[in-house]
Nanobody, 123 residues
Framework: QVPVVESGERLVHPGGSLRLPCTTS????????VGWFRQVPGKEREGVSC???????FYGDSVKGRFTTIKHKANATVYLHMTSLKSEDTALYYC?????????????????WSQGTQVTVSL
């Protein structure tokens, strides 16, 4: 099952907050980790956060303390809560499913991606 993130652009002011949902209908999240990634033009895709099958969450250094990943098993959705947003958070955001959060360090190993959704942080 392909994870789904709503398409479209989201515009937020610096310091603002945003929540991105990743829907994984048909996938048993007891057996899969879900990761969030982002990419800007000219740069490699970067791992942002990951939540394991056991609900342990990990975050990249650039977002630690500002982003939170929460899993809602009842609706098979994983949310990325972003606060204190900065202009450098502007990127195309993706979610993905895989078996282990170790894969977040090497996006080339991931093969089950959502479509991207644009987040723009600007005045």
């Amino acid at each position: 099952q392909v994870p789904v993130v709503e398409s479209g652009e989201r515009l937020v002011h610096p310091g603002g907050s945003l929540r991105l949902p990743c829907t994984t209908s048909g996938l048993n999240l007891d057996y899969y980790a879900v990761g969030w990634f982002r990419q800007v033009p000219g740069k490699e895709r970067e791992g942002v956060s990951c939540i394991t099958r056991n609900n342990d969450a990990f975050y990249g250094d650039s977002v630690k303390g500002r982003f939170t990943t929460i899993k809602h098993k009842a609706n098979a959705t994983v949310y990325l809560h972003m606060t204190s947003l900065k202009s450098e958070d502007t990127a195309l955001y993706y979610c993905a499913t895989f078996v282990s959060c170790t894969m977040i360090d090497d996006p080339s190993l991931v093969d089950n991606w959502s479509q991207g959704t644009q987040v723009t942080v600007s005045l």
